[in-house]
């Protein structure tokens, strides 16, 4: 029933940090994953959010573009990814553009969104939730030589309770 294949890491060559930050996000995810089991009827997610798929005109949104990774999945899944790019935005900017938005953060804006589309944030275990649905993204970063990422997500979504406080649950 494991959705997330934790194997492939050779936790033994990984600095302290990066092993307690593996082992945090291994033992959430097991005890966790059965939230998912308990998913809504599913329906069509963008599953790729982002300022480059956004179009916009005067502050105003007028269109989503880029739907190559859209699923069928419960309507919370969509969340993990708009929270993702709210939490840490550098991550979906072009390299001249990282330097920028390095230190925003918007998770402010999710109170605009739970606004617009409150049906989105009536599912239970709502931040439990989130943070499986992301371990798979994350372990990849670690997967992928990406330890500087992987440790920030970890201790980001893993380490403190402001998704809770973000979500409003």
């Not at 880029?66 to 929270?83: S, T």
């Not at 402010?108 to 049906?119: C, F, V």
Request: hydrophobic share 40%.
């Amino acid at each position: 029933r494991t959705y997330t294949d934790f194997s492939g890491v050779d936790v033994g060559a990984l600095d302290e940090r990066t092993r307690r930050n593996f082992f945090t996000l291994k033992e959430f995810y097991s005890s966790h994953e059965h939230l998912l089991d308990n998913a809504d009827r599913p329906v069509l997610v963008h599953n790729d959010i982002h300022f480059d798929n956004i179009l916009c005109k005067n502050g105003v949104i007028t269109g989503i573009i880029d739907f190559d990774f859209a699923r069928q999945a419960p309507k919370d899944y969509e969340l993990w990814h708009i929270v993702d790019f709210f939490q840490s935005p550098k991550y979906f900017v072009d390299t001249a553009s990282e330097q920028h938005w390095k230190n925003f953060v918007l998770t402010n804006e999710l109170t605009l969104l739970k606004s617009s589309y409150p049906e989105l944030f009536t599912v239970s275990n709502l931040a439990s939730r989130i943070r499986l649905y992301m371990t798979e993204d994350i372990l990849s970063a670690l997967k992928n030589g990406a330890v500087g990422k992987f440790n920030e997500k970890v201790e980001a979504y893993f380490g403190s309770r402001w998704l809770e406080k973000a979500l409003g649950v």
